[in-house]
């Protein structure tokens, strides 16, 4: 069975940072060309919002303009983890973040961000960012 699982969520002040990891098991990634493994967040009232997306098998990625300069995106496909490094974060970074999974048809300038690409998700860690 296919799971996402994420961690390093947390506590921290702005200007602060924090890493994000996804750990993914039971993925094969052999079904198709290429894989996006993309961060959503969600914070409260609001909706679910893209912020970076990686190619499993390019390295390419990209950054929501609300965070691009901040975070930066990479992987380790060993062992099959994807990490998000969170730096000078802000209060409005605050929400619940999601690590999905899914094929990658085009590019990630195209569709990493849309969260219709995505068929695996994690069930989100809590980041809050103190004033």
């Known amino acids: 069975e296919e799971q996402l699982a994420e961690s390093g969520g947390g506590l921290v002040q702005a200007g602060g940072s924090l890493r994000l990891s996804c750990a993914a098991s039971?993925?094969?990634?052999?079904?198709?060309?290429?894989?996006?493994i993309g961060w959503f967040r969600q914070a409260p009232g609001k909706e679910r919002e893209g912020i970076s997306c990686?190619?499993?098998?390019?390295?390419?990625?990209n950054y929501a303009d609300s965070v691009k300069g901040r975070f930066t995106i990479s992987s380790d496909n060993a062992k099959n983890t994807v990490y998000l490094q969170m730096n000078n974060l802000k209060p409005e970074d605050t929400a619940v973040y999601y690590c999905?999974?899914?094929?990658?048809?085009?590019?990630?300038?195209?569709?990493?961000?849309?969260?219709?690409?995505?068929?695996?998700w994690g069930q989100g860690t809590q980041v809050t960012v103190s004033s």
């Open positions: 039971g993925f094969t990634f052999d079904d198709y060309d290429d894989y996006a």
């Open positions: 990686i190619s499993r098998n390019g390295g390419d990625t």
């Open positions: 999905a999974v899914g094929p990658l048809d085009y590019s990630l300038d195209y569709e990493g961000l849309d969260e219709v690409v995505y068929d695996y």
